[in-house]
């Protein structure tokens, strides 16, 4: 069973910073892509940034130069850096995985969030 697990999150004021982090751990083959979404309230699910095992990135327009996303391959861990914080940065925040397991099925994985509240 594969499980991803995310911390890191909290209260920081406008202009702050924070940095989540997200484990997977258990039958775990292979690792593809490893990102992070966000969902504030009333509002959809959306892209953050995601990360692929080679190292490519990819970011929402409205976090470029504020967010990095990196990732450790041995650990099965992939973090998010956010700089400059804005209160409309303010969401749950959810890791996700494109995992591969040992029985060789793959899938989309989801953690179970962890709030990001910025204040003005």
């Known amino acids: 069973q594969v499980q991803l697990v995310e911390s890191g999150g909290g209260l920081v004021q406008a202009g702050g910073s924070l940095r989540l982090s997200c484990a997977a751990s258990?039958?775990?083959?292979?690792?593809?892509?490893m990102g992070w979404y966000r969902q504030a309230p009333g509002k959809q699910r959306e892209l953050v940034a995601t990360s692929t095992r080679g190292g490519s990135t990819n970011y929402a327009d409205s976090v470029k130069g504020r967010f990095t996303i990196s990732r450790d391959n041995a650990k099965n861990t992939v973090y998010l850096q956010m700089n400059s914080l804005k209160p409309e940065d303010t969401a749950v925040y959810y890791c996700?995985?494109?995992?591969?397991?040992?029985?060789?099925?793959?899938?989309?994985?989801w953690g179970k969030g962890t709030l990001v509240t910025v204040s003005s």
């Open positions: 258990g039958r775990i083959l292979s690792i593809n892509v």
């Open positions: 996700n995985a494109d995992i591969t397991d040992f029985d060789y099925r793959g899938r989309d994985y």
